[in-house]
């Protein structure tokens, strides 16, 4: 069965620092990995995925993840915090079977401090 | 483009009724999926539909809780003798046939049971 795992239910950082989020990835067939955020009261927005190909994978807002397989890891980057990017965030594993659901992980709440 | 539409965006219902929640997907996206999130939780897989029929039910989807998706298009979500437990986020996502992995998803029904 496949299972994603965020180290750190809340992460706090200073405007304009590095932000980095947390994802253990298990799975037994080669993953799809996405990560989604959420703010107050909204549905979730992709923010990348990776699927094949290049590990290292950009997606909107100057977010970035880099899928290591030897590490079963797919941590969240991105260099400059800024404040409209306190949310939450949710890592997701599709396994390929024939639902192509996502599983996700409990989530990374994102504090930004002026 | 219209997103995934979800409606109502927020009920409040008392113990022991009945409930229900309408999802219009993407147009021309075949898979719908039903997720539940409670507060501080990632969503949790409750049930998909591929065109009309209902293909995989969570351990989560009680009796009480009913699925349907008569024509293809639109979802609908129903639960019946609402519990305090039931209050929740309930979130729709569709996803196309030619499948990418990524879920599109609308912005959430709040289910609150007083």
């Known amino acids: 069965a496949q299972s994603v795992t965020q180290l750190g239910s809340h992460v706090s950082v200073s405007e304009g620092a590095l932000v980095l989020l947390r994802c253990n990835y298990s799975s037994s067939v080669p993953p799809y990995l996405f990560w989604y955020v959420q703010y107050p009261n909204q549905g979730l927005q992709l923010l990348l995925k990776?699927?094949?190909?290049?590990?290292l994978v950009k997606g909107i807002n100057g977010f970035e993840a880099e899928f290591k397989k030897s590490e079963t890891s797919f941590h969240l980057t991105k260099p400059s915090a800024h404040m409209s990017d306190a949310a939450e965030y949710f890592c997701?594993?599709?396994?390929?079977?024939?639902?192509?659901?996502?599983?996700f992980g409990s989530g990374t709440r994102l504090l930004v401090r002026p | 483009d219209t997103g995934v539409s979800q409606n109502p965006r927020h009920k409040i219902t008392k113990r022991g009724q009945n409930v229900t929640f309408r999802c219009d997907p993407i147009s021309e996206h075949n898979r719908l999926y039903w997720y539940r999130q409670t507060l501080g939780q990632g969503p949790e897989f409750l049930t998909y539909f591929q065109n009309e029929a209902q293909l995989e039910k969570s351990r989560l989807l009680s009796d009480r809780f009913s699925a349907e998706r008569p024509k293809g298009s639109f979802s609908t979500l129903e639960i019946q003798r609402t519990e305090q437990g039931d209050s929740a986020m309930y979130l729709c996502?569709?996803?196309?046939?030619?499948?990418?992995?990524?879920?599109?998803f609308g912005e959430g029904s709040r289910l609150t049971v007083l």
């Open positions: 997701a594993v599709s396994g390929l079977d024939s639902s192509y659901k996502l599983i």
């Open positions: 990776y699927t094949t190909g290049a590990t």
């Open positions: 996502a569709s996803n196309p046939a030619a499948n990418t992995g990524e879920l599109f």
